[in-house]
């Protein structure tokens, strides 16, 4: 190989080297992205990837990138996550640059200093970014449980159904979905923004979580005037009859984690088998439930009851990509429901 092959070939490795790393960068910044706008926990963050690859190649300010992407982003200024957590991953990431040995970065110190002596409230801004672009944004509660709901925080069922309505898209493409339980509204919102539904209607029956979903879906800029068109309707499982379902003419029905008390599941297993028995067989809807199971005895009695209504089910396989941050051990199942 003469000299001027050897050069060729030397610049072509170096280029492809630099390439392989700017793609590495790429997706360890955008999977910071996508944990830091979902609060997730500070450990579960890829720290000890990163600063590999700064080391790797020091004129890439991985540090600086990682602040540009999260606390300088755009959408940190419109919908900014907690006061505490800005504060705790600014305070880590400043920690790891010292560390480092890296140069220190003046707009951290100051973007730290501003929340240092911020407000902290009982709700805040979490964004969770799609595929396609944008984000579903939602004003949620930082403590699990308030004013005596669980739903005014999203759940990991309704991350793993988001993800599987992602990947199969055409079961609500030109549809009308009805959601039991949307408490937040991620999953719905979700669909509506990715899935192309021609008709979408959010439900709940505790008034503070039926304000709030009004809210976050409003905030994602969907309304009855948008396509596809919402609505937000109060649905109380116990007390809907034949009628009014055969008026929503739902195609699709979905929840996530609403199989979490007996009395709650067994109400809902009613409203299911009423669902499915009112529904001609031309045009039976689609019934999806996805669980996380916390209680087998619980998780177990509602199927039982499903199958002392008639009504059978069939596991569905669990979504492939990894789109939104949660935790993967929990134990979670999708069913499709049939009559």
Not at 73 to 82: D, G, I, M, Q, Y
Not at 96 to 120: F, K, Q
Request: charged share 20%; glycine share 6%; hydrophobic share 40%.
């Amino acid at each position: 190989m003469g000299k001027q092959e050897v050069n060729k070939y030397t610049c072509k490795m170096a280029l492809s080297e630099r390439s392989s790393v700017q793609g590495s960068v790429k997706e360890v910044l955008r999977e910071f992205q996508v944990s830091f706008f979902a609060l997730t926990r500070l450990p579960s963050f890829p720290w000890t990837v990163s600063t590999s690859l700064a080391e790797l190649h020091s004129e890439i300010s991985a540090f600086y990138h990682m602040f540009l992407q999260t606390c300088l982003h755009p959408l940190c200024r419109k919908f900014p996550p907690s006061v505490r957590y800005r504060r705790l991953f600014l305070s880590q990431l400043i920690r790891r640059l010292e560390a480092s040995g890296c140069e220190p970065l003046d707009e951290l110190y100051d973007a730290l200093a501003e929340v240092v002596g911020a407000e902290e409230t009982m709700e805040c801004y979490k964004s969770y970014l799609l595929p396609a672009g944008g984000a579903v944004s939602l004003m949620e509660n930082i403590a699990l449980i308030s004013e005596g709901t669980t739903g005014l925080v999203t759940w990991e069922a309704a991350l793993y159904l988001a993800e599987w309505a992602l990947e199969n898209q055409q079961v609500f493409t030109g549809r009308t979905v009805l959601e039991l339980g949307s408490g937040a509204g991620l999953t719905g919102i979700a669909v509506c923004r990715s899935c192309s539904p021609k008709r979408f209607i959010f439900s709940d029956c505790h008034s503070t979580v039926l304000q709030k979903l009004r809210d976050n879906v409003r905030l994602n800029g969907l309304s009855e005037q948008t396509t596809p068109a919402v609505s937000v309707e109060k649905l109380d499982w116990t007390a809907i009859s034949e009628e009014e379902l055969r008026e929503i003419g739902a195609d699709v029905i979905i929840a996530a984690d609403v199989v979490y008390d007996p009395d709650i599941a067994g109400s809902l297993a009613k409203l299911l088998s009423i669902v499915l028995r009112c529904s001609s067989a031309e045009v039976l809807p689609q019934v999806f439930i996805c669980s996380t199971i916390r209680n087998l005895e619980t998780y177990g009695g509602f199927k039982q009851q499903l199958e002392a209504e008639g009504v059978g089910h069939e596991v569905i396989p669990a979504p492939v990509n990894h789109v939104f941050p949660y935790n993967r051990q929990s134990a979670i199942e999708l069913i499709k429901l049939r009559r």
